[in-house]
């Protein structure tokens, strides 16, 4: 039998959380942002794949295979920021900075923020909701990037040898990427309350602590990837979610929403 403390709770979520992020979800979907990083990301592997030339032989030679522009296998970045190791997936979450950097700075030069904290004053509803919006736009990013390489190196007739992986380690890799934005979405965020509208300070800003993580995604999520890769991910994902939402909360609760 509920407890009066657990139906509180939910109640609780139903008329002030959940409105939130269907607000958000509602306010990503008809943000051109979005639907520009969408193709952004679908236009990434075109131009990586596409790299053909007198002069760019090495890096056509380097780009032979469909897997490569996805990320490479165990033992394959001791090269890390090489731009053969660099020019793949993990590329969206650069991107994704981009993204969020301008969700949130239009949120303030809007009147969005000071609106809604006027009818709705928990910050961490905010910020939940924000990030959960912005891990759903991270996660298409990621599934824009993978299909289009998929499609790109099949008509271009790349190979799609997968060495030492397999099918199930692929997808386990593509969830893993999609699990890594509940990382770096609540780090992007806590970085753009910091500097709301000033959005130019804001994007120098993600990008900078997107390319200082940049190694968490690169290193910890190889094709080859296993189950125990998505756990990892999932709790750093956790963490993340924990640890950058509640110094996003407390941002928000200590500075002036103007």
């Given at each position: 039998m509920e407890t009066t403390a657990t139906i509180g709770k939910r109640k609780q979520f139903s008329n002030r959380l959940l409105p939130m992020i269907k607000l958000?979800?509602?306010?990503?979907?008809?943000?051109?942002?979005?639907?520009?990083?969408?193709?952004?990301?679908?236009?990434?592997?075109?131009?990586?794949?596409?790299?053909?030339?007198?002069?760019?032989?090495?890096?056509?030679?380097?780009?032979?295979?469909?897997?490569?522009?996805?990320?490479?296998?165990?033992?394959?970045?001791?090269?890390?920021?090489?731009?053969?190791?660099?020019?793949?997936?993990?590329?969206?979450?650069?991107?994704?900075?981009?993204?969020?950097?301008?969700?949130?700075?239009?949120?303030?030069?809007?009147?969005?923020?000071?609106?809604?904290?006027?009818?709705?004053?928990?910050?961490?509803?905010?910020?939940?909701?924000?990030?959960?919006?912005?891990?759903?736009?991270?996660?298409?990013?990621?599934?824009?990037?993978?299909?289009?390489?998929?499609?790109?190196?099949?008509?271009?007739?790349?190979?799609?040898?997968?060495?030492?992986?397999?099918?199930?380690?692929?997808?386990?890799?593509?969830?893993?990427?999609?699990?890594?934005?509940?990382?770096?979405?609540?780090?992007?965020?806590?970085?753009?309350?910091?500097?709301?509208?000033?959005?130019?300070?804001?994007?120098?800003?993600?990008?900078?602590?997107?390319?200082?993580?940049?190694?968490?995604?690169?290193?910890?999520?190889?094709?080859?990837?296993?189950?125990?890769?998505?756990?990892?991910?999932?709790?750093?994902?956790?963490?993340?979610?924990?640890?950058?939402?509640?110094?996003?909360?407390?941002?928000?609760?200590?500075?002036?929403?103007?």
């Open positions: 958000d979800f509602y306010r990503l979907f008809h943000t051109p942002i979005f639907y520009t990083m969408v193709c952004v990301a679908a236009l990434i592997p075109v131009l990586v794949l596409t790299m053909v030339g007198a002069e760019q032989a090495a890096a056509a030679q380097t780009f032979n295979n469909t897997w490569q522009v996805i990320e490479g296998q165990r033992g394959s970045t001791a090269g890390l920021m090489d731009f053969t190791n660099m020019a793949n997936i993990n590329m969206v979450y650069i991107f994704a900075a981009l993204m969020l950097s301008v969700f949130v700075a239009h949120d303030y030069s809007s009147g969005f923020v000071k609106n809604i904290f006027t009818v709705h004053a928990k910050k961490s509803d905010y910020v939940v909701s924000k990030s959960l919006a912005g891990m759903f736009g991270g996660a298409c990013m990621i599934l824009s990037y993978f299909f289009v390489t998929i499609i790109v190196g099949a008509v271009m007739g790349k190979s799609f040898d997968l060495g030492a992986a397999n099918a199930g380690s692929v997808i386990l890799c593509l969830l893993s990427k999609m699990a890594l934005m509940g990382f770096f979405v609540p780090l992007y965020l806590s970085v753009a309350v910091l500097f709301k509208q000033k959005l130019w300070i804001t994007i120098v800003a993600t990008f900078a602590a997107g390319i200082l993580f940049y190694p968490v995604a690169s290193l910890a999520v190889p094709l080859d990837a296993g189950v125990l890769t998505l756990i990892s991910c999932i709790l750093a994902a956790g963490i993340g979610f924990l640890g950058f939402g509640s110094l996003s909360s407390w941002i928000l609760n200590k500075r002036d929403l103007a």
